[in-house]
């Protein structure tokens, strides 16, 4: 898998790749969000990287957070209820853990929608435990656009940190239920959910991002009890991101992310867009600027 070793004494505003490093027990325990929830969580903790412990409050523009999460519809309700859906949500650490240590907590304290930006709030007890984690996974902001299903994109964030070791070892079926957030009665019935979320998510991530995941199946008595999925990286496994230095510093004198940064959004999450999409970038940027 690949991880990145936080430090506490790293630069602010160091090169970032163009994925959200993000808290593996976070993936892990958030199979429970809904596709558009999951897209929001992701852009919110990329937007207060900078900040999660210098800043207990974070902003970003709406039409920002929408473009981001290809959210098309102009129904700001749709987005409030999705705030309070997160706000729901508890985080418990870690599922995949086995040493029967458990805490909790609620992945958003606070939410509200006034004058056009979005303000939330992580609890001092999980802006702690982002901001300094002892492992990351990598999750990539504009891919996560691309996938058509919440399962997807669950099965995509807890694969991709395997990327580098090429498998996720067996996990049980049980499990695989829990971090997909597919709890509801019908997939009881092991076919029901191998067809409806493992296949089709497969097929839905194979095709649009940057990993290609094959399952596999340990039996007992003939009956599936753990899946295993093997991952192989795509295009030779290059990524592209703000890698260097020198590339940083050409976004940071760009238009596009001076009036990101002006607007409110974070330096990483405005780095990461301009990087990935700058026409979009700007143009997003202007359009919010003349509202």
């Known amino acids: 898998m690949e991880i990145i070793v936080s430090s506490k004494n790293s630069h602010p505003l160091a090169p970032i790749p163009s994925e959200l490093r993000k808290h593996v027990a976070a993936i892990h325990t958030s199979g429970q969000l809904s596709f558009l929830e999951r897209k929001m969580f992701n852009v919110f903790l990329a937007n207060a990287f900078d900040t999660l412990l210098s800043q207990r409050r974070h902003v970003i523009p709406v039409n920002i957070l929408a473009d981001m999460i290809g959210f098309n519809s102009k129904n700001v309700g749709d987005l409030k209820d999705a705030l309070t859906g997160i706000m729901k949500k508890v985080l418990e650490y870690d599922l995949l853990a086995e040493t029967g240590d458990w805490e909790a907590a609620p992945l958003l304290a606070y939410a509200a929608i006034k004058s056009g930006q979005c303000h939330y709030e992580f609890s001092s ?167």
């Open 125 to 291: 007890f999980l802006a702690e435990k982002l901001a300094d984690p002892e492992i990351y996974t990598t999750i990539n902001l504009h891919l996560q656009r691309k996938v058509s299903g919440a399962y997807a994109l669950a099965l995509y964030e807890n694969c991709v940190r395997f990327r580098s070791v090429g498998s996720t070892g067996w996990i049980s079926v049980q499990k695989w239920r829990m971090l997909l957030g597919a709890d509801a009665s019908t997939y009881d019935e092991f076919k029901h959910f191998n067809d409806q979320v493992i296949k089709k998510s497969i097929i839905d991530v194979n095709k649009n991002m940057d990993i290609q995941l094959t399952a596999e199946y340990r039996r007992e008595n003939r009956r599936v009890v753990e899946i295993k999925f093997l991952i192989e990286e795509k295009g030779g496994g290059a990524r592209g991101g703000v890698s260097n230095d020198a590339e940083l510093e050409r976004i940071k004198s760009t238009e596009a992310f001076r009036k990101l940064t002006a607007l409110g959004v974070g330096q990483s999450l405005a780095a990461t867009w301009i990087q990935q999409d700058p026409e979009r970038a700007l143009a997003a940027a202007n359009y919010t600027d003349k509202k």
